[in-house]
T-cell receptor, first 117, second 109 residues
């Protein structure tokens, strides 16, 4: 079974609709992240969370909200979807690591391809 | 200067060739670095971590130059299966990760 899962894998919706993307992990990691990927722009951070109830804005948080109700789950919402939110969305997790040690790598879910018409 | 910069390529090389990518970063306080591999429309997967001057794993070698603030990835004896986009990742200390735009590699038969 995959360690980081995302649902749905694909979604087509219309402008103005509310959309929720779900991410679940079985790695026991504290830290979770949401990214979007657009051609030629690489991955850009939307929101991240270092613990349950901890929420931090990333580079491009406008138009998005998140919820971290449990260690294993981190959901991303688009309250009113618009066409320029069409992208590939990835959830990722990482371990906090030991104090003073280099930060550990991230593990990614398979991605959600979202199309807003 | 962008936080992480990479040549987008594409690098088109024949099988068996040696190819190298560079990645420059702006945050001199960064302590660890990563190279990820991403296949088309798939999730990024960790290829190598770089915590000190460098790291080697089979045909792959990563080098870190802190003075010039760049890391490199060398692939020897390229295989068709090495065709992918290679992402340079620089964590901001104690916080989150900054991804480069990626370098696309195509290994040709």
């Amino acid at each position: 079974d995959a360690d980081v899962t995302q649902t749905p894998r694909n979604r087509i919706t219309k402008t103005g609709k509310r959309i929720m993307l779900e991410c679940s992990q079985t790695k026991g990691h504290d830290r979770m992240y949401w990214y979007r990927q657009d051609p030629g722009l690489g991955l850009r951070l939307i929101y991240y969370s270092f613990d349950v109830k901890d929420i931090n804005k990333g580079e491009i948080s406008d138009g998005y909200s998140v919820s971290r109700q449990a260690q294993a789950k981190f959901s991303l919402s688009l309250e009113s979807a618009i066409p320029n939110q069409t992208a590939l969305y990835f959830c990722a997790t990482s371990d906090q690591g030991l104090a003073g040690e280099p930060i550990n790598e991230q593990f990614f879910g398979p991605g959600t391809r979202l199309t807003v018409l | 200067r962008k936080e992480v910069e990479q040549d987008p390529g594409p690098f088109n090389v024949p099988e068996g060739a040696t190819v190298a990518f560079n990645c420059t970063y702006s945050n001199s306080a960064s302590q660890s670095f990563f190279w990820y591999r991403q296949d088309c429309r798939k999730e990024p997967k960790l290829l190598m971590s770089v915590y000190s001057s460098g790291n080697e794993d089979g045909r792959f070698t990563a080098q870190l130059n802190r003075a010039s603030q760049y890391i490199s990835l060398l692939i020897r004896d390229s295989k068709l299966s090495d065709s992918a986009t290679y992402l340079c990742v620089v964590p901001l200390y104690g916080q989150n990760f900054v991804f480069g735009p990626g370098t696309r590699l195509s290994v040709l038969p």
